[in-house]
């Protein structure tokens, strides 16, 4: 059935509905309890994903050498404890052009303007794994950023999910309990958006001996989007009176870049640790402060170096800075053991990457990507044909990954199959 576009809808039904509500369909009652035991019967898959607006800088990220044993290049060298256990791939990319423009399409591969010819619109590879898993955990996905501008986490509606920019919102919302008057308050916001939904069901209904063939086809679709808004809603209810996990960790302070970076990872780890997501994003921003790494000037400006020394020199450390609280990542993720046995790292996917290539001449071909852990065999470069007829999409080794997940699809975004000689 053809998409039905749900704001156009709602709009000129004069109903007012969340649209981030229309993602998934998650089940409620005997499936849910049934997921939740499948769920611990088995390790819990887990996605975590990294991303930037600017990329690396390609001859500092990607190796000169193809294979296992590669000379790991300056920027991965704070990983290189870890360089059994990451992928590196070359020549991967989403065939977008356009620059900062295109950039939103790191997780997707799927502009804003072409998603309404796509089945799933440009749903990103984080919401489509939590859409599978989500019904498991307080909270379907954690969107973390730093400084945000961003932009790489939407929904099949084609509406960007907002990241949480705050350590100590990430914090409240993952451990501190609310009160019993936030419950009740809660409670009744959750009744009220029911109530909304009713009527909007009815409004619906009486459409419908108005319409023809086809209007009837785009009303069923958006009667059960309603409809899963419901389920989601009843999770919500679920999870209500459920206590939040205590940690080993305090109420974290706002405060500079070189701070905030490290305390996202912890928290993310923590949200892993607890069950309380399988599914998380981590944006760093083009507003990070510099300076809180002795630079003078912008991470944009340094972005667009043109080849000058000094320029990419300060981009290195910005760029070394990531690479080395991601490397900490891992060690924390490698620390904690899984319920399941193993660690964390063992049954968790990271990526890291941008929709940029090269920030400096606004390139989105061949992306700075980055896979670790999640069972994959790894500790190679893997390089892929350059020219165009032969080109490989990124969407294939998205598609890997969400198999990999437990996801029984053969397509995601621009995939073409899967990534060919990735295990």
Known sequence: ??????????????????LPFLDAMIPVGRAASQAFALAREQAAKRLVCIGNPFGMIPERFFPTGSGANYALPSLLQPLSAHQQDF???????????????????????IRIKDAKMMPEGNISIDQKAAEFVGVNTRFPSLNVSINGHCEMVWTRTGVRVPPINNPQKVFQALFVDTTAQEKEQRAIALEQHGSILDAVMGEARSFERKLGQRDREKLEEYLTSVRTVEKKLGMSKAWLDKPKPQVNMEMPENGPFVETLPLMYDLIALSLQTDSTRVATLEVGQGIKTTDLGLNTNYHKYSHHGKLPELMEGLTIIEKYQMKHLGLFFDKLKAIEDPAGGTLFDHTMVLSGSGMGNGSSHSNKNLPILLA???????????????????????????????????????????????KGFE
Do not use: W
């Open 1 to 18: 059935m053809k998409s039905l576009n749900r704001r156009t809808f709602l709009r000129n039904a004069g109903v007012c509905l969340a």
């Open 87 to 109: 992928t590196i791939f070359s020549n991967l990319d989403h065939g977008v052009t356009g620059g900062h423009r295109t950039a939103h399409t790191f997780l997707s591969g």
């Open 373 to 419: 852990g999640g069972g994959f065999k790894h500790g190679q470069h893997m390089v892929f044909p350059e020219a165009k007829p032969q080109r490989v999409p990124l969407s294939n080794l998205y598609l890997s990954m969400l198999q990999n997940f437990g996801l029984e699809i053969d397509h995601f975004g621009q995939s073409t199959g899967t990534l």
